[in-house]
């Protein structure tokens, strides 16, 4: 299996609106990351999490939350966005350590803050 | 940290025509290059890449070539097809082996549209 499995696909919600964005991998990777993607812009990184640790935070804003259960699991708990947080929000894993480097993108989830 | 630039932003050719795209990359330590292809609504997809012990490396009609010394490297896709349209990002990052993980940091993108 070499999928990242992103769910939802799309969401709509309000300003105090609280949700989740959930990512799932079963690759053995013990990496994974947030992206944000803006429209034909690159992907910005946001937070990175190293064997269930975080251990990169891109001075996101508080109302961005990650979560990982476990090695295979990573979450994105969501609170107050604003209309400016809509984007394409992208899942990818990879290996840590060997010949790291490659990432796997899930297809990600579009968000709309309205 | 480090800062990676992409020209062209768009690129235009004709089908069966060949289309190179160059970035430059600040930090001396990135040893992992990636060309990453996405298309319309859909998620970056790795289509090719180069480890600093390399100078090219091809797949088929893709081929990357990198310039240590300069600090530059190109894609090269030859004899183009409509289906090569798309947004291409070029990455660097200091992590290929050792104990450290992907952080990328990607290029601005470039628009190819391949015209039948």
């Known amino acids: 299996d070499t999928e990242v499995t992103q769910t939802p696909k799309h969401l709509v919600m309000g300003m105090t609106n609280k949700k989740s964005l959930k990512c799932e991998q079963h690759?053995?990777?013990?990496?994974m990351y947030w992206y944000k993607q803006k429209a034909k812009k690159p992907p910005e990184l946001m937070f990175v999490?190293?064997?269930?640790?975080?251990?990169i935070n891109e001075s996101v804003p508080s109302r961005f939350s990650p979560e990982c259960p476990n090695s295979s699991l990573l979450n994105l708990h969501l609170h107050a966005l604003q209309p400016e947080d809509s984007a394409l929000y992208l899942c990818?894993?990879?290996?840590?350590?060997?010949?790291?480097?490659?990432?796997?993108f899930g297809e990600g989830s579009r968000l709309t803050v309205l | 940290g480090e800062n990676v630039e992409q020209h062209p932003s768009t690129l235009s050719v004709q089908e069966g025509d060949s289309a190179v795209i160059k970035c430059t990359y600040s930090?001396?330590?990135?040893?992992?290059f990636p060309w990453y292809k996405q298309e319309l609504g859909k998620r970056p997809q790795l289509i090719i890449d180069?480890?600093?012990?390399?100078g090219e490396k091809k797949d088929q009609r893709i081929a990357v070539t990198l310039n240590k010394t300069a600090k530059h490297f190109s894609l090269h896709i030859t004899e183009t097809q409509p289906e090569d349209s798309a947004v291409y990002f070029c990455?660097?990052?200091?992590?290929?082996?050792?104990?450290?993980?992907?952080?990328?940091?990607f290029g601005q993108g470039t628009i190819l549209t391949v015209h039948p």
């Open positions: 930090d001396s330590a990135s040893n992992y």
């Open positions: 180069i480890r600093s012990n390399v």
């Open positions: 999490y190293s064997y269930e640790k975080l251990s």
């Open positions: 990818a894993s990879s290996q840590v350590g060997g010949l790291a480097g490659e990432l796997f």
């Open positions: 990455a660097a990052s200091d992590n290929a082996g050792g104990t450290s993980y992907g952080k990328l940091t």
């Open positions: 690759m053995g990777h013990r990496a």
